[in-house]
């Protein structure tokens, strides 16, 4: 047909070979909406073999503005919908418009206008006023315009659509992560509630007269238990890795005696004839701004690492520091061991989770595999970095590098000597619905000469408070009836009870219920299983000062 006149040109149809090697994926579905049948027919011509994307188009044809409203209800995925205005009324068409984008919520279909009368919606005013993605006027519509228009509109409704795709996808992986993350929190709770009965009653059996044999058995099943917890640690941390949740508590630390107290804690699992010896060199300051838990966590790892494949010979931590340009430190740490090493073709794999080296002498070694990925992750949020050199049957050296921020040693608060406990005229209320971790606890505060009360739950704690006042609070955090979290918000409500120190005790992910043990009106927190030097600190800030309170 002939380009004048505001004609269209109609495309030549495909050959019979052409269609058949058409693709097959879903077409595009195309709304056409107009009361005239003449302007449907001239629609399907221009667009009948037209192809975008290797799709084709499907026509669906509404003859006023109601009957688009029931299309548009049945098709939610029509891409284009082409508009006239003047149908039923001489504003159906825009009234349409509005119906779509206000009522019905759609503003995925693209909505082209295409109008024989233009002096009742004038173009600027209608893309001013309505949510149209383009304007035609009948009369000057060309065949290359009118496909120019669909195509702009499909190509609109195309990236609106991935673009969705692309959101629901990344609201559903972090939807997955966070239920995964609870559902680790909620099994670190279970897994360690049971596990710090074991280790507590293990010391508990260690503080009394054995034989040698039973002294024997007995760190056999504390050892058990400690493996149990660092696997449960490691799962735990792997899983705010994937769900991007790690993070690092920083504070001022003593970094020699945090290298000190790993090797001296390590030190007894190495085998007979393996040395395990550390040095620290003259430029590492002594006192640093970190994460000094993660950082223990790294070199227990490496360190304990070195200890599984080193059946002989000698383990070394070396220890060296410098500054960078901007005043903060480059630590560095090195791990050496004569080991058996590390076969090169596997040192690509050694800082994958799930994964672990297969060789001749690792069968059997024990360990989830997560305890390096652990330590990479960790080193890139300190802005470091983890590296590795191996050779087999001659042993390994992994050096790590961290970003820490410096102190000035005038400023790092000395820590005053205590005032001694007095443990005589204190009283603690423990609360835990584990009947194990309850007799640990109790039996560990009565060695220091505590009095001590106990509750089965929160309800069951203020019952026990109304009746007598302790001088502090042992909460558990998971308990039925009523959980520590809730009492602790009755207590805080409570007048006498209100400067009563309140500390959580937590079985669950410390980065899970820590705010929401302060935010509850606690006061500080302890992580299950209860170890007694950190038990006798926390007694010591929060009774030891009570006298200067």
């Not at 009324?89 to 418009?97: F, K, R, S, V, Y």
Request: hydrophobic fraction near 40%.
């Amino acid at each position: 047909m002939a380009h004048g006149n505001g004609y269209m040109l109609f495309s030549k149809e495909p050959s019979p070979e052409k269609q058949k090697n058409m693709p097959s994926l879903a077409p595009w579905k195309v709304l056409i909406i107009d009361d005239d049948a003449s302007v449907h027919q001239v629609s399907a011509l221009v667009l009948k073999h037209f192809t975008y994307n290797k799709r084709s188009l499907k026509l669906l044809n509404a003859y006023s503005a109601a009957q688009a409203i029931q299309i548009l209800g049945k098709h939610q995925d029509i891409a284009v919908a082409i508009v006239d205005v003047v149908m039923e009324t001489e504003h159906a068409g825009l009234d349409l418009i509005k119906h779509v984008r206000e009522s019905m919520g759609n503003f995925e279909t693209q909505l082209v206008i295409r109008t024989g009368q233009p002096g009742y919606a004038p173009e600027l005013q209608v893309v001013l006023d309505y949510e149209v993605n383009a304007y035609c006027e009948k009369s000057e519509l060309t065949q290359t315009r009118f496909l120019t228009s669909v195509v702009s509109a499909l190509r609109n409704y195309e990236r609106i659509h991935y673009a969705d795709k692309l959101l629901n996808q990344t609201l559903v992986a972090e939807s997955i992560n966070e239920t995964r993350a609870l559902f680790f929190a909620q099994i670190s709770h279970e897994i360690r509630t049971p596990i710090s009965g074991v280790i507590g009653l293990c010391d508990l059996l260690q503080s009394t007269s054995l034989t040698s044999e039973q002294a024997k058995h007995v760190r056999s099943i504390s050892d058990c238990g400690q493996l149990l917890l660092t696997i449960v640690n490691d799962i735990l941390d792997i899983s705010k890795i994937e769900a991007g949740k790690l993070s690092l508590n920083t504070g001022i630390f003593n970094l020699h005696d945090l290298i000190a107290s790993v090797v001296r804690l390590l030190q007894p699992l190495c085998s007979r004839g393996v040395t395990l010896a550390y040095d620290v060199d003259d430029s590492v300051p002594v006192h640093l701004k970190g994460d000094s838990v993660r950082i223990g966590q790294i070199l227990n790892n490496l360190i304990g690492n070195a200890i599984k494949f080193t059946p002989q010979g000698r383990i070394r931590v070396n220890v060296r520091s410098d500054t960078l340009e901007d005043t903060r430190w480059r630590l560095e740490i090195e791990v050496r061991d004569t080991g058996i090493g590390i076969p090169e073709d596997k040192l690509n794999q050694l800082f994958n989770a799930y994964q672990q080296v297969d060789g001749k002498g690792h069968q059997g070694v024990q360990g989830t595999g997560l305890g390096l990925t652990i330590c990479k992750q960790l080193t890139d949020l300190m802005e470091g970095d983890i590296q590795v050199e191996s050779q087999v049957n001659k042993g390994s050296v992994f050096t790590v590098h961290l970003v820490l921020e410096p102190v000035m040693e005038d400023v790092v608060a000395v820590e005053e000597e205590l005032p001694p406990l007095e443990v005589k005229s204190s009283t603690i209320l423990v609360v835990d619905d584990n009947p194990t971790n309850l007799l640990v606890a109790r039996k560990r505060l009565e060695k220091l000469g505590f009095k001590v009360m106990t509750g089965r739950n929160g309800k069951d704690a203020i019952q026990q408070m109304q009746k007598r006042t302790p001088d502090l609070v042992l909460m558990d955090c998971q308990m039925p009836e009523m959980d520590g979290f809730e009492a602790t918000k009755t207590i805080r409500g409570i007048k006498a009870f209100r400067n009563i120190p309140v500390i959580a005790l937590s079985a669950g992910s410390e980065a899970h219920e820590r705010p929401k043990c302060f935010a509850s009106g606690m006061n500080d927190f302890l992580h299950k299983p209860l170890e007694e030097d950190k038990l006798r600190g926390m007694l010591s800030k929060w009774l030891g000062y009570r006298s200067f309170m």
